[in-house]
């Protein structure tokens, strides 16, 4: 939930995805989901991403932060839930992309989803409902 202060000022709650190779990452989401590049640091390493507004970021793992990727950890503690129109078809699109399909795109509980992993250990459900 977003709500806005007295300077109009909208909160967002947006995720960091830590990987260990960021330039490969980017170039995944961009082919796996449409997305598109709206910002990057000076030099690389972090950068900020959106699939039809839906805005994201993409960091390089630092250990001496405390930012570990999946394969660092050997498992993931967040799923991205990516909403589309066609979930069918953005789930074939990350596997040819290089996604692994975790479960097959299904109707259940008033949704139609599937979960795929991405080559960086990040677990996406991608669906709407119905």
């Known amino acids: 939930m977003s709500t806005t202060g007295t300077q109009g000022f909208r909160s967002v709650v947006t995720a960091t995805l830590s990987v260990r190779d960021w330039s490969r990452a980017m170039d995944f989401y961009k082919a796996a989901f449409g997305a598109v590049e709206l910002y990057q640091v000076e030099g690389g390493g972090v ?11 993409v960091a390089e793992e630092s250990p001496e932060h405390l930012n570990f990727s999946p ?6 503690s967040v799923r991205m839930l990516l909403l589309v129109e066609d979930p069918h078809a953005i789930q074939a699109q990350a596997v040819r992309a290089g996604a692994a399909e975790v479960l097959p795109v299904s109707e259940a509980y008033g949704w139609r989803l ?17």
């Open 71 to 76: 394969e660092t950890l050997g498992g993931c």
């Open 114 to 130: 599937g979960r795929v992993r991405d080559p960086f250990g990040h677990h996406w459900e991608i669906g709407r409902p119905v």
């Open 47 to 57: 950068g900020q991403l959106a699939v039809n507004g839906a805005e994201f970021w």
